[in-house]
C-alpha cells in the first residue's frame, strides 16, 4: 500500500496512513509542510501507518530532531513495533 498524506482535521498536523519506506519518506519533508500552512511544529497521527521501514523510521526521527515535528500521536503498532527493535 502507497503512503496516504492527510491533513487532520484539527489543522495542527498531518495523518499518514500505508507504508513509510525509502521511497515514501521523500514524500514528506520539512518543504512539505511549509507549502500546506502548517503550524511549525506539527503533529503528525501515525495511527494509519501499516508498515514502516528504516527509512521511513529515520524520516520520523530526523523531522522530530529538527524540530518540525512537535509530536507523534496516535502510533500505530506497527510504528512502535519498529522503535522498540531500533532501541533493543
Not at 482535521?9 to 521523500?26: D, F, I, P
Not at 512539505?32 to 514502516?52: K, V, Y
Amino acid at each position: 500500500m502507497a503512503l496516504s498524506i492527510a491533513i487532520a482535521e484539527s489543522r495542527r498536523g498531518l495523518c499518514l496512513s500505508g507504508h513509510l519506506n525509502g521511497s515514501a519518506a521523500c514524500m514528506v519533508s520539512s518543504d512539505l509542510l511549509r507549502q500546506l500552512n502548517l503550524p511549525l511544529p506539527c503533529e503528525f497521527d501515525l495511527s494509519g501507518i501499516d508498515g514502516i521501514d528504516d527509512a521511513g523510521l529515520d524520516l520520523l526521527l530526523a523531522l522530530k530532531d529538527d524540530g518540525l515535528v512537535e509530536r507523534f500521536t496516535r502510533h500505530s503498532g506497527v510504528v512502535l513495533e519498529a522503535l522498540g527493535r531500533r532501541q533493543g
